[in-house]
């Protein structure tokens, strides 16, 4: 079944989700790899194919290897392939992302303190709740990603 088009139905929606998406890509003093990063992760936790597949090119196009882009769904098993701070973004991201299973531990939130400041940390955690958005959009509506066969 083809769904609606959530932007055009609903611009008001797609404006203030475009906002934020704008802020912690571009008002936040996070690196732009790192909210690619976790865009990707929290994408792959969400199954949103759409955004894993723009999250997966915006990478490599910021010349992230494949092999490390192939492997952040496994990243704790590749953990050499990723510095500190995308170790301590990825699993902030996984814990906030599942919210309703970790309820975001007071030690989960006390490692994460220790690598981002506290503006980092909040715009870490607007980063996420930014793709959680999108990725709820994207498979509601079944977004279609522009990956080919």
């Known amino acids: 079944m083809t769904r ?18 704008h802020y912690v890509t571009t008002g936040t003093n996070l690196p732009p790899e790192l909210i690619h990063l976790v865009f990707l992760r929290v994408s792959q936790i969400n ?18 290897s494949v092999d490390k882009v192939l492997l952040v769904a496994v990243w704790h098993e590749a953990e050499h392939l990723f510095s500190d701070l995308e170790r301590a973004a990825l699993k902030w991201a996984e814990e906030v992302t599942n919210v309703g299973e970790t309820h975001v531990s007071d030690e989960a939130y006390a490692a994460a303190s220790a ?13 996420i709740a930014a793709m959680n958005a999108f990725n709820r959009m994207g498979v509601t509506f079944r977004l279609k990603p522009a990956a080919k066969a």
């Open 4 to 21: 609606m088009n959530w932007f055009e139905k609903s611009p008001g929606a797609a404006k203030a989700l475009t906002g934020l998406h």
């Open 47 to 64: 199954g949103c194919a759409f955004c894993i597949d723009l999250h997966s090119r915006d990478l490599i196009k910021g010349r992230m």
């Open 115 to 127: 690598v981002f400041s506290e503006r980092d940390l909040v715009d870490l955690t607007a980063t």
